[in-house]
């Protein structure tokens, strides 16, 4: 089993030289990937307003900064930006990494963002299902063109020539997603709250997925500080390799490891366990 790491998302505000000083951290002490949430503002939990850097803007600079980490967004909303330009920038961080980029799309959620940056918020699958063909086409090489009711393209195509073909993942859980993507994907992923942060939920959930498996876990390093919600039967530490042995024996391939508290001693610790 694969195992990453999520750098901060909306945990608390992290500027980039702690930032980098995790992602590091996370490459030096043997960790597979790092992952960057895509999101740009929450409120209205009865917490502060939050929010994490952009992805893809950060993760082109963690890209220049790591050398053998697999990298990518976790995940990224199809919403915010062209399906043209996410393809692109997904080609350009694959090229600036050397060919370790995943690209991970889903649908977005968050309607609070939505709506503070105008972005729409109305049949979002309809909307994503129109822009995951279009990034799939041209990141394999296509001359893409096509006429839908959200997005239009024009014998598109990607230059520079990506290097290679980017690994697409996808994180979603309805019929309808999962029918859209599968065929065309090389991985899903499901958030630790969508199977209760339990093996058994995550084997329930991921049954005839066909496709590489990917699993977000929440942790709690020397009890947590309460970062992410204790009601989301987060695994202790001490506990963590038992249940990930077990994650891989229900189908897992790879973990992502969501830590509270998420700073570099964190992994440092958890690191300590596992490896």
Excluded at 82 to 103: K, N, Q, T, W, Y
Excluded at 116 to 137: H, L, T, W, Y
Excluded at 180 to 208: I, K, M, Q, R
Excluded at 212 to 231: F, H, I, M, N, Q
Aim: contains cysteine.
């Amino acid at each position: 089993m694969e195992i990453g790491v999520q750098l901060p998302e909306v945990e608390r505000e992290v500027r980039w030289p702690e930032l980098l000083e995790i992602a590091r951290m996370v490459e030096a002490r043997g960790f597979d990937s790092l992952w960057l949430g895509d999101h740009m503002l929450y409120r209205g939990d009865g917490r502060s307003e939050r929010a994490p850097w952009d992805a893809w803007t950060t993760l082109a600079a963690l890209a220049a900064a790591t050398e053998r980490v697999k990298l990518g967004p976790l995940v990224a909303a199809t919403a915010f930006h062209g399906p043209g330009l996410i393809a692109r920038m997904a080609a350009a961080i694959d090229e600036i990494s050397g060919g370790r980029f995943v690209l991970s799309l889903g649908t977005g959620w968050n309607e609070t963002e939505f709506e503070a940056f105008g972005i729409p918020f109305d049949r979002k699958v309809s909307r994503f299902e129109e822009a995951f063909e279009i990034i799939r086409r041209l990141l394999a090489g296509e001359r893409v063109t096509f006429d839908g009711a959200f997005h239009t393209v024009r014998d598109a195509m990607l230059l520079p020539p990506p290097a290679r073909r980017v690994p697409l993942m996808v994180g979603g859980h309805g019929p309808r997603f999962l029918a859209a993507t599968l065929p065309h994907v090389d991985a899903w992923n499901t958030w630790y709250a969508w199977y209760g942060n339990t093996v058994e939920g995550f084997a329930e959930l991921s049954a005839g997925i066909g496709v590489r498996k990917s699993a977000c876990v929440l942790v709690t390093v020397d009890g947590g500080r309460g970062e992410r919600s204790a009601e989301d039967n987060p695994v202790p530490e001490e506990q963590l390799r038992e249940h990930l042995d077990a994650l891989a024996a229900a189908g897992a391939d790879e973990a992502i490891l969501v830590l509270d508290p998420i700073d570099a001693g964190a992994v440092g610790r958890v690191a300590d366990v596992l490896f």
